[in-house]
């Protein structure tokens, strides 16, 4: 892994000396220039050669989307998007996803001076991992969308998906090709609730099949996916005709809430037929669980590295041997039918 050099663009000089000084003082990060606007930026590009860039949505001139846009067509760089949690700013963050943002981080703008700490303690993790992300390959290989659920009969196993750092780009891609009597599917995933929110929305309409927040005591039935993403709760599977989605009141394991270890380890226990996939993330969370479904004769995946976004988490999964295949974003979709489907 190697270090962040950070170019922070923000028309405010307020926010640029605030964003600054959080990443200055990150592990491994440095700031090697502040900019303004969109033409100043390509300037400090161009001379400074940062690894990594905290991108404002809202600027005079050039917005940030429309930079963003240049970026990822001219000279593909890790951007980090920073907005605001509004409706209006989760439909832009998940248009700077489509265009090749790396993560959108809401800027702590009313909060507590308590929730403002842990709020930007993140920052510096997530732009360290921007640096040493796939933004390149995955450009090069940018996504194929395949039908391949279009001779599909369920055999009875559930889906379970976790994924964090690139996860909305890498379950918009697999997803697509998920038909409208898809296998039930329940997904562990590591993002802004509000976010979240708006991404279910469209894939609720975009899709065949129904995206649904997951709910405690949710029957898990074809047709359906449930998405678990709040911070609050972990997800789990309960055994039953059919299984039901839980979720639990419980502090956060190994530091992460909705836990993919746990969600995981509670189907691999309860011995519920079923297919895991681990996709890109941070951290290591849920390469523990998938061992364990792994071990109790299920089949298990992995997005390979290569086109993973940010591939620490697939590191992880390989690293216990939790995966019997590693298998690249384009082709996760169509292996997991594969597992679910009669013929």
Request: hydrophobic share 45%.
């Amino acid at each position: 892994m190697h270090d962040a050099r950070v170019l922070v663009v923000d028309d405010s000089a307020a926010m640029r000396a605030l964003f600054s000084d959080i990443l200055d003082q990150a592990k491994n990060v440095s700031v090697v220039g502040a900019a303004r606007s969109a033409d100043d930026a390509r300037e400090q590009i161009e001379e400074l050669k940062p690894n990594v860039i905290t991108l404002d949505v809202e600027m005079p001139g050039m917005s940030g989307i429309e930079f963003l846009e240049e970026i990822m067509e001219k000279n593909p760089l890790p951007v980090v998007m920073l907005s605001s949690l509004t409706q209006a700013g989760t439909e832009t963050s998940l248009k700077a996803f489509e265009l090749g943002a790396v993560e959108c981080f809401p800027k702590p703008l009313k909060a507590t001076p308590e929730q403002f700490a842990k709020t930007v303690g993140k920052l510096g993790k997530i732009v360290l991992a921007a640096a040493n992300s796939n933004v390149k390959d995955r450009k090069a290989g940018q996504r194929q969308h395949v039908d391949a659920g279009a001779t599909f009969e369920w055999n009875g196993r559930i889906v379970a998906f976790s994924a964090s750092m690139g996860g909305i780009d890498a379950l918009t891609t697999i997803l697509s090709g998920f038909p409208q009597n898809c296998p039930p599917t329940v997904v562990c995933l590591q993002a802004e609730p509000m976010l979240v929110e708006t991404f279910i929305k469209r894939l609720d309409t975009d899709l065949k099949c129904n995206v649904k927040a997951a709910r405690d005591g949710a029957a898990l039935t074809q047709g359906t996916i449930h998405i678990a993403a709040d911070p609050q709760s972990h997800v789990v599977v309960e055994a039953g005709q059919p299984p039901k989605v839980r979720l639990l009141q419980r502090d956060p394991v190994e530091g992460a809430r909705p836990s993919a270890n746990l969600l995981y380890g509670s189907i691999a226990r309860a011995a519920i037929m079923s297919v895991g996939a681990v996709l890109t993330g941070m951290g290591a969370d849920g390469a523990k669980g998938l061992k364990l479904l792994r071990d109790s004769g299920m089949e298990t995946f992995v997005q390979d590295r290569k086109t993973a976004l940010v591939a620490e988490t697939p590191d992880a999964v390989i690293a216990l041997d939790a995966a019997s295949r590693e298998v690249p974003l384009d082709d996760i979709g169509a292996a997991i039918l594969s597992s679910c489907n009669q013929s």
